[in-house]
């Protein structure tokens, strides 16, 4: 054992522990039991759950004495989590029936959350007073042009509940928050403050709310979200993405973390004036309940304050404490009260990061105090520590967002004492606002100064190349944490030397460096259109190089699409046009990609480097550049050329026909994608002659009937048609006109809402397309020796036309007539100057020519 450094002992697991753990699968099981009958009628869940319990009831008549109580624990637990897991699922089941009979009524409740804002108003999570529904939660769409309650105030609103639709994937998640409808209100108005003790607890929230408000910059926002759980501020903005992508989430939404601050501060202060022990409890455990109250009561932060009455009762008792039994009996206290809860990223997030610090947390100071000099054991202990937390919760960062942070251990090193500095500021100003109002705004503002010097930090670390990898939670993910644990805890290896110290600090640092880098870059050219829902998102890959076209709507499923590919760098990025479902995942590139330059529709380019923008925050406005019909360049050996929109326009274009569309040319292969260009863009691309004979076509606005038209298909005449588009979504896309177009003319048709992620991989004699989702067929094709204008021949057609591609759904909605215009969020800025002719990317120069326009060149990375 190194000098200084002291073993440790490994800990033992309480039996409370085994018994919460089964809790938590019991509560899973029986949500997944409820909702699989409820959808499809059938009973195969409920007879897994059967057989399961059926086991449990054999190994415990099989097993040994000294066994069977530990088993019969776990039984005894998964059984009580199944039971009140069913009981939320019948009570919901119950609130559903209801809420078809209801009608259109007004309704009266309390708000239990903060309002979430968005671009058609502001959502509303309420629970109901009185009437047919009472004590039922649900969401409601609040109107535009009425007031926008606070949390803990009585609403009164007149709307149609409409109960969950089962078949959608959202409404699950919907179901899982415990609501049980959804509606617009077309009539609203905000009452009184919730009665009771938390009445007044609201209120004073809502005037120290409001002289946050006058604290301007980042900082303000910052200090709303820290101090009091009010992140409306801070949601969307760029500081919240550098946090997000730095593994800092945690430290900006009230948790468990926040709210055992606070109750430290109480607790110094008590010591301090030497109050009595089991008043100074009383008053810790009343100040977390009541800063859990005014914060929203998220479950991480339950999670905390019954830990903390956990560890109270044990002080009054005489008794000492254990960790890990605290936190199996929240857990089991939590599980008890909201059954469902168990689905929530928070509470997950919070539940395994403590307990992995109880667990590891003193075997891995160890080993880097064993590998650090004496000075710097301090600082090594603490990043041990951020980086155990870190690598148990990767099983959930990387399912929920797409994404794990490799900054995040040093990012949390110098930003939580900072944090926790400016929350202890930020409380006790507010405890004092309205006695000392004029010391406690100066106390705000130091707080607030306090978080600007750490936004401003986590930008330049955000910035760093590699600061975080894209990744997706596939099995491996989720099992190879979990055995690593299980192997530590059994072996519990000690340094036995500073030099094997060293090494597991060099080991550590040559993983987080080889996870940044990545794999290599495929040097074969592919196109794979990706699933990432009801949008487009594209990758081109040639030479090492790699094009993206498009991002898709949702951040989280474009970096979870990026990890399926093992991306980690784009050399060109080309936003077709400015709708939400095209460039909505814009974000989701920040601080995971090493980014080259931008394409955006010359005649519409201000729109994407509007200041503030999320497509100017991600890439920077100075490296969008305009591109217009005529335009090319190279990626690898493949030749991208622009083909729509013109460079002038006599006539005013929709937002989907200023699409750009672009014509990828290998060899003998051709292609064409389209982005959502509709009827009048077709016809323009085709009257200037660039319509012609392609393989693959990527099938215009997600297989709209405005999009796709007889005339371009039958001029494209494409062997294989790729439609990008969500599952069950609201705008009947694909239309039944379009896929019967395409199946009259004897297309393949690919679709990613039934095939996921479609890849075309092209080679020198022919290409091959196929799919990644299980069970689905691959199409061979290759042109032999036929003139551009002949009809190729498949070397093996083991592909048709799907027949359930036939079953979209038509005239649901109008075609993305509803989606937000980026174009409409600001005024529009000019375009900077173009990158000079030789860009830089991760090191390397290339000089592309930008063909079709004089004195003109393109760096493509």
Known sequence: MPRGVHACTRPSIPPIVWFAAAVWVGCCVGEHCMWRVLTRGSLVAVAVAAAAAGGIAGALALARPAARA?????????????????????????????????????????????????????????????????????????????????????????????????????????????????????????????????????????????????????????????????????????????????????????????????????????????????????????????????????????????????????????????????????????????????????????????????????????????????????????????????????????????????????????????????LWLGLGASVALEIVPGPAMLLMRLSSGLLSFTAWVSSRLADVPGAAIVLGGGPLVVVGPALGAALVWLWWPHPRSPRQGRLFVTGALACSVALAVGPPVPRDMSITVLDVGQGDAILVRDGGRTMLVDTGPDETALRAALAREGVRAIDVLVLTHAHDDHTGGVGGLRGVVDMGWTAAPGIAVEGFTVPGSAVARVVGPETVRGVSAGDSWRLGTTTVKVVWPPRDVTEELSTNDTSIVLKLQRGAFDALLTGDAEHTALAGIAAAGDLQRVELLKVPHHGSDNGLTQEALDLLRPHDAVISVGEGNDFGHPCVSVLEMLHGAGCVVWRTDRQGDVVVEVGTNGYRVRSQRRGSRTALRARMGISRGGHAVPVAHTSAPHAEALNGREGARGPQAGLPDIRRRGPAARARPPPSPWAHSRGRRSRVQLRGVPGRERGCG
Not at 88 to 104: E, I, M, P
Not at 158 to 180: I, Y
């Open 70 to 422: 530990a088993l019969a624990l776990v039984a005894a637990g998964f059984l009580a989590g199944a039971i009140v897991s069913a009981a939320q699922g019948y009570g919901w089941c119950h609130q559903t029936r209801l809420v078809r009979d209801c009608g259109a009524r007004e309704w009266v409740g309390q708000v239990e959350a903060d309002p979430m804002p968005g671009a058609y108003g502001a959502t509303l999570r309420v629970r109901l007073v009185g009437g047919p529904l009472d004590g039922a939660r649900v969401r409601v769409y609040w109107p535009q042009d009425a007031e926008v309650p606070d949390l803990g105030r009585t609403v009164r609103f007149s709307a149609v509940l409409d109960p969950l639709p089962l078949a959608e994937e959202w409404a699950r998640r919907v179901a899982r928050t415990g609501a049980c409808a959804t509606g617009s209100a077309w009539r609203a108005e905000v009452g009184d403050w919730r009665p009771g003790v938390t009445g007044p607890l609201f209120a004073w929230r809502a005037r120290v709310l409001a002289r946050m408000h006058g604290i301007p910059g980042v900082g303000g926002d910052l200090l709303e979200g820290i101090v009091l759980g009010d992140r409306r501020r801070l949601y969307g903005t760029e500081a919240d993405e550098e946090f997000r992508v730095l593994g800092l989430t945690h430290l900006v939404a009230v948790s468990g973390s926040h709210l055992a601050l606070a109750c430290g501060a109480v607790a110094l202060a008590g010591s301090a004036l030497h109050v009595r022990r089991r008043i100074l409890v009383f008053l810790t455990v009343a100040a977390g309940a009541a800063y859990a109250v005014v914060t929203g009561m998220a479950y991480s932060a339950l999670r905390s304050l019954m830990m903390l009455g956990v560890g109270g009762a044990a002080q009054l008792a005489g008794r000492r404490t254990d960790g890990m039994a605290s936190l199996a009996v929240a857990v089991v206290c939590v599980l008890a009260l909201e059954p469902w809860s168990v689905y929530d990223v928070g509470f997950q997030l919070s539940v395994l990061a403590v307990g992995s610090l109880f667990m590891f947390g003193s075997l891995a100071t160890e080993w880097a105090a064993a590998g650090a000099p004496m000075m710097l054991r301090p600082a090594m202990s603490a990043l041990a520590l951020t980086l155990v937390a870190q690598v148990v919760t990767v099983p959930v960062i990387a399912s929920c967002f797409g994404m794990v942070s490799l900054m995040a251990p040093l990012a949390n090193g110098y930003a939580g004492p900072l944090i926790s500095v400016a």
